[in-house]
Nanobody, 120 residues
Framework: QVRLVESGGGLVQPGGSLRLSCAASGSINGMSAWTGTAGWYRQAPGKQRDVVATITSGGSTNYADSVKGRFTISRDNAKNTMYLQMNSLKPEDTGVYYC??????????WGQGTQVTVSS
């Protein structure tokens, strides 16, 4: 099984920065977490969980329009860790951030989430 653990959330003022980390361990059928597509998702209070950014096994990235130019997704395979660098944070970025990996297009794993609050 694959296990994901997020960290790095917290309280930050508008305009500030945070870096989230998603550490992966384990494998499924010999495939590690980063052999598939991975991403960060955000769930604001009272709203559905939406995709923020994704990265493929080949390193191609994609971002929600609301975070383009402010957030950067990356991955360090040697450390089995994925990151989300968040700059110029806004109050509407507040929510619980989850990392997810999809392996072989059928195995989906989620982390437990980390709270990000942007407030003055």
């Amino acid at each position: 099984q694959v296990r994901l653990v997020e960290s790095g959330g917290g309280l930050v003022q508008p305009g500030g920065s945070l870096r989230l980390s998603c550490a992966a361990s384990g494998s499924i059928n010999g495939m590690s977490a980063w052999t598939g597509t991975a991403g960060w998702y955000r769930q604001a209070p009272g709203k559905q969980r939406d995709v923020v950014a994704t990265i493929t096994s080949g390193g191609s990235t994609n971002y929600a329009d609301s975070v383009k130019g402010r957030f950067t997704i990356s991955r360090d395979n040697a450390k089995n860790t994925m990151y989300l660098q968040m700059n110029s944070l806004k109050p509407e970025d507040t929510g619980v951030y989850y990392c997810k990996v999809t392996i072989a297009r059928i195995y989906n794993y989620w982390g437990q989430g980390t709270q990000v609050t942007v407030s003055s």
